[in-house]
C-alpha cells in the first residue's frame, strides 16, 4: 500500500482513501472500528490495520493495492455492524475498484 501526503485532511475527515476518481473519508470513529475489525481478522489483515494506522497517525491519505482492497471488501461482507453514510461508500467504492479490475 502506498500513502501520499493529501495535505491538510478536512476536519470531519480522521481517515482519506484515495481512489480514481472520488476519495472516500471515514470518520475517527469509523476509523477505530475499521483498525479493530481488521486486527480481529487474521495476520495479513493485522498487516493492513497497521499501514492504515500509520497513515492515520501521519494525516496522510491512503492509496491501497487491489489485494487490499479485497481484504477490507471481504471485512464489510463479514461485518454485521450498521453502517454510517460514509463507510457505506468507501465499501461501495472498494466493490467498485475490485469489480473493475476484474
Same mark, same amino acid.
Given at each position: 500500500?502506498?500513502?501520499?501526503?493529501?495535505?491538510?485532511?478536512?476536519?470531519?475527515? /480522521?481517515?482519506?482513501?484515495?481512489?480514481? %476518481?472520488?476519495?472516500?473519508? +471515514? /470518520?475517527?470513529?469509523?476509523?477505530?472500528?475499521?483498525?479493530?475489525?481488521?486486527?480481529?481478522? %487474521? %495476520?495479513? /489483515?493485522?498487516?493492513?490495520?497497521?499501514? #492504515?494506522?500509520?497513515?492515520?497517525?501521519?494525516?496522510?491519505?491512503?492509496? *491501497?493495492? #487491489?489485494?487490499?482492497?479485497?481484504?477490507?471488501?471481504? #471485512?464489510?461482507?463479514?461485518? *454485521?455492524?450498521?453502517?454510517?453514510? %460514509? #463507510?457505506?461508500?468507501?465499501? +461501495?467504492?472498494?466493490?467498485?475498484?475490485?469489480?473493475?479490475?476484474?
Amino acid at each position: 500500500m502506498e500513502a501520499h501526503n493529501c495535505g491538510k485532511l478536512p476536519a470531519v475527515a /480522521s481517515l482519506v482513501f484515495v481512489f480514481e %476518481d472520488v476519495d472516500r473519508a +471515514i /470518520s475517527e470513529e469509523e476509523a477505530r472500528w475499521l483498525f479493530a475489525e481488521l486486527l480481529a481478522a %487474521d %495476520d495479513a /489483515s493485522n498487516a493492513l490495520a497497521s499501514h #492504515l494506522e500509520e497513515a492515520h497517525g501521519k494525516g496522510e491519505c491512503v492509496e *491501497t493495492t #487491489l489485494e487490499e482492497k479485497r481484504k477490507l471488501v471481504q #471485512l464489510f461482507e463479514r461485518s *454485521t455492524r450498521a453502517r454510517s453514510h %460514509d #463507510l457505506r461508500a468507501l465499501e +461501495i467504492a472498494l466493490h467498485a475498484a475490485v469489480f473493475a479490475a476484474g
